[in-house]
């Protein structure tokens, strides 16, 4: 479905981290009519396969462009995705983890708003959602609206009265919805990366908040997930 004012080469910036949701809002994005430009930081987390399934990502679904963005925040770290901080497995709780990477989606929304801004987008995708989360702040409706109006207010184009609009199309959804999005829409999920803690031979953990989330997801929209997970990976 298009919008007032798009055509059939209107351009918009998804931010594709390599992970199920940014891949289900990329295809979103394509379904949409939009040409798709994907832009992945690659910010030396610690689950760098990720950046691989982006690359992957990107080419199935017809990326006119794919950058990766080296912004190292190992230096700073402070994240158990960007330290020596080990990943826990105890399962999703009510507090934020330490997975948390403090300000990540301000930080990556603002150089996506960037780059949009220079190809003359004003659609930008990314695939937050707020109700299975492991309770991020900047997953939340508030942070995307506030960001709209951020946008407005920091760049030229939005000062000339051209503002951004940010897409968060599974904003509301669970993961079991987001993973019958996937197959809606013919996606490989296989094509995509969510654990926190690659194991050395190459599989998911199976036990990390985003494999716990990824495999419920899954198993509660009662299709088959085909990621490999370790053989010790707990039952859910």
């Given at each position: 479905m298009q919008s007032a004012g798009q055509t059939d080469a209107t351009p918009a910036v998804v931010l594709l981290s390599g992970g199920l949701d940014s891949m289900v809002s990329a295809a979103i994005a394509?379904?949409?009519?939009?040409?798709?430009?994907?832009?992945?930081?690659?910010?030396?987390?610690?689950?760098?396969r990720e950046i691989d399934a982006a690359?992957?990502?990107?080419?199935?679904?017809?990326?006119?462009?794919?950058?990766?963005?080296?912004?190292?925040?190992?230096?700073?770290?402070?994240?158990?995705?960007?330290?020596?901080?080990?990943?826990?497995k105890g399962g999703v709780g009510p507090d934020i983890p330490v997975t948390y990477v403090p300000a990540r989606n301000l930080v990556?929304?603002?150089?996506?708003?960037?780059?949009?801004?220079?190809?003359?987008?004003?659609?930008?995708?990314?695939?937050?959602?707020a109700l299975d989360?492991?309770?991020?702040?900047?997953?939340?409706?508030?942070?995307?609206?506030?960001?709209?109006?951020?946008?407005?207010?920091?760049?030229?184009?939005?000062?000339?009265?051209?503002?951004?609009?940010?897409?968060?199309?599974?904003?509301?959804?669970?993961?079991?919805?987001?993973?019958?999005?996937?197959?809606r829409l013919g996606l490989d999920p296989g094509a995509s990366w969510s654990c926190y803690d690659p194991q050395p031979d190459s599989s998911a953990c199976g036990a990390c908040d985003s494999c716990r989330l990824r495999r419920a997801g899954f198993r509660d929209a009662g299709l088959i997930d085909p990621t490999r997970y370790a053989a010790a990976a707990p039952s859910l």
């Open positions: 394509r379904e949409r009519g939009f040409v798709v430009n994907a832009l992945t930081i690659d910010y030396n987390q610690r689950h760098r690359r992957s990502i990107a080419v199935m679904l017809g990326a006119a462009r794919h950058l990766v963005l080296p912004l190292d925040l190992s230096l700073f770290g402070g994240s158990a995705l960007t330290a020596d901080i080990a990943v826990p990556f929304l603002s150089l996506t708003l960037a780059w949009a801004e220079v190809i003359g987008a004003r659609d930008i995708f990314i695939g937050v959602n989360y492991s309770g991020y702040p900047d997953c939340r409706p508030e942070f995307i609206a506030s960001f709209t109006e951020t946008a407005r207010l920091a760049t030229k184009a939005g000062a000339e009265g051209s503002p951004f609009t940010i897409h968060a199309p599974l904003q509301f959804l669970g993961k079991a919805e987001i993973a019958r999005e996937a197959a």
